[in-house]
């Protein structure tokens, strides 16, 4: 099914889009999550601006590949940072594993997208090469999370 090259782009456009669903929902929800104190909220933080930044990229990707990125809506983002910031003053402990789910889960649609692009054809090679740094950046930051977590037990 996918040795058409329409159809693979097809694919490879709807992944992406997963992708920055993922990042667009990832970014406010760290924003808010950063209410952690020390360590963690600085983390997170940091996270969140990265996420913003990976969103941007992805854009440019779903554009390269023929499609126009599903639209974003204006509430989501302020809601899911209130939520986020809520659960962290509420329980450290929840906002904590909420944090490295969310890494974790990051880390797994960009190993998923990696995987399906890999060898796709009428996919230009230069999307797996940009894809590849955000990837290692998502692993970096659940490592980082996972560090912090080991440093702070």
């Not at 692009?117 to 490592?143: M, R, S, W, Y």
Request: proline residues 7%; charged residues 25%.
């Amino acid at each position: 099914m996918l040795e058409e090259p329409s159809l693979s782009r097809q694919w490879v456009a709807r992944r992406l889009q997963r992708a920055l669903a993922l990042e667009r929902w990832g970014a406010p929800l760290r924003r808010g999550l950063a209410r952690l104190p020390g360590p963690p909220g600085e983390a997170l933080a940091g996270h969140a601006l990265a996420a913003e930044e990976r969103a941007a990229r992805l854009d440019e990707l779903i554009r390269k590949v023929g499609s126009t990125p599903y639209p974003v809506g204006r509430i989501a983002s302020p809601i899911a940072r209130l939520l986020a910031a809520t659960l962290a003053r509420t329980s450290a402990a929840l906002g904590w594993r909420a944090a490295t789910r969310l890494a974790a889960h990051t880390l797994s649609e960009y190993a998923s997208l990696a995987a399906f692009i890999d060898g796709a054809p009428g996919i230009p090679d230069d999307i797996g090469l940009t894809l590849a740094p955000l990837h290692g950046q998502v692993e970096d930051e659940l490592n980082r999370l996972q560090a912090v977590k080991r440093a702070i037990s």
